[in-house]
């Protein structure tokens, strides 16, 4: 990375990542998210295959979102594309949550902003996620690395070289610019013929549209699935 201080040691870069624990009817499974700042109040952000199964076309019916330092905060809503919904297209694999009754206030100084519409495709990224091993212990992991516009499937998602293990889905990506760390994107789905690279959306537009939704800020955006649980 040209970037060498997205390296050092930061609480800031890795203070928003945690873990979603999953329900869906009867299957139980965990996720990686990230906890965001919103317009009014806090965000959790993930994959949208995470709390959408577009195959089953089921959503989640139980979430709750626990930070790496074991705050845990009860999911109420689910802010998806209609393109991942009605066609799974992986473009929008970005879901926003609102977050049930929380009495807790938002220090915009320390919680980690979206951003979206970067004009670069290449940017100097940190991707933080957490491993939980069978004894239920948690281990906080990082990927380096450069992002790329997709040459393989000619798509709008960005890559990264490297690997990540399972349940790494829904991490956070993060940049800096200047003193700030961002948000810009989020881990997705993988594929078999393209090894070792981590696929992510480029948050654009219509993404920009769901967050914008999630926060309320109009009634009148469209191409948006919301799923109160």
Same mark, same amino acid.
């Given at each position: 990375?040209?970037?060498?201080?997205?390296?050092? *040691?930061?609480?800031?870069?890795?203070?928003?990542?945690?873990?979603?624990?999953? @329900?869906?009817?009867?299957?139980?499974?965990?996720?990686? /998210?990230?906890?965001?700042?919103?317009?009014?109040?806090?965000?959790?952000?993930?994959? /949208? #295959?995470?709390?959408?199964?577009?195959?089953?076309?089921? !959503?989640?019916?139980?979430?709750?979102?626990?930070?790496?330092?074991?705050?845990?905060?009860?999911?109420?809503?689910?802010?998806?594309?209609?393109?991942?919904?009605? *066609?799974?297209?992986?473009? !929008?694999?970005? /879901?926003?949550?609102?977050?049930?009754?929380?009495?807790?206030?938002?220090?915009?100084?320390?919680?980690?902003?979206?951003?979206?519409? *970067?004009?670069?495709?290449?940017?100097?990224?940190?991707?933080?996620?957490?491993?939980?091993?069978?004894?239920?212990?948690?281990?906080?992991?990082?990927?380096?690395?450069?992002?790329?516009?997709?040459?393989? #499937?000619?798509?709008?998602?960005?890559?990264?070289?490297?690997?990540?293990?399972?349940?790494?889905?829904?991490?956070?990506?993060?940049?800096?610019?200047?003193?700030? !760390?961002?948000?810009?994107?989020?881990?997705?789905?993988?594929?078999?013929?393209?090894?070792?690279?981590?696929?992510?959306?480029?948050?654009?537009? #219509?993404?920009?549209?769901?967050?914008?939704?999630?926060?309320?800020?109009?009634?009148?955006? @469209?191409?948006?699935?919301?799923?109160?649980?």
């Amino acid at each position: 990375m040209s970037d060498l201080s997205m390296k050092v *040691n930061n609480e800031k870069q890795t203070m928003n990542t945690g873990l979603l624990e999953i @329900k869906q009817n009867k299957t139980r499974f965990m996720s990686n /998210a990230s906890l965001i700042q919103g317009l009014n109040s806090l965000l959790v952000c993930t994959a /949208a #295959h995470c709390v959408f199964d577009w195959y089953k076309q089921v !959503y989640a019916n139980k979430i709750t979102f626990k930070t790496a330092d074991n705050r845990e905060y009860e999911i109420d809503e689910i802010f998806i594309s209609d393109e991942w919904v009605n *066609n799974g297209i992986v473009d !929008y694999d970005t /879901a926003f949550l609102t977050i049930k009754s929380s009495s807790e206030k938002m220090d915009k100084d320390n919680i980690i902003k979206p951003i979206f519409n *970067n004009p670069s495709q290449k940017l100097d990224t940190l991707i933080p996620f957490i491993r939980k091993n069978l004894f239920g212990k948690k281990k906080m992991d990082k990927v380096y690395g450069v992002t790329f516009e997709d040459y393989i #499937h000619n798509s709008s998602l960005l890559g990264i070289k490297d690997k990540m293990g399972v349940g790494s889905s829904g991490s956070p990506w993060i940049l800096k610019k200047g003193c700030e !760390y961002f948000q810009f994107s989020n881990t997705s789905l993988s594929f078999n013929s393209a090894k070792n690279i981590i696929w992510g959306p480029y948050w654009g537009k #219509h993404i920009e549209d769901i967050y914008l939704a999630t926060n309320k800020k109009s009634s009148k955006i @469209k191409n948006v699935s919301t799923y109160k649980l």
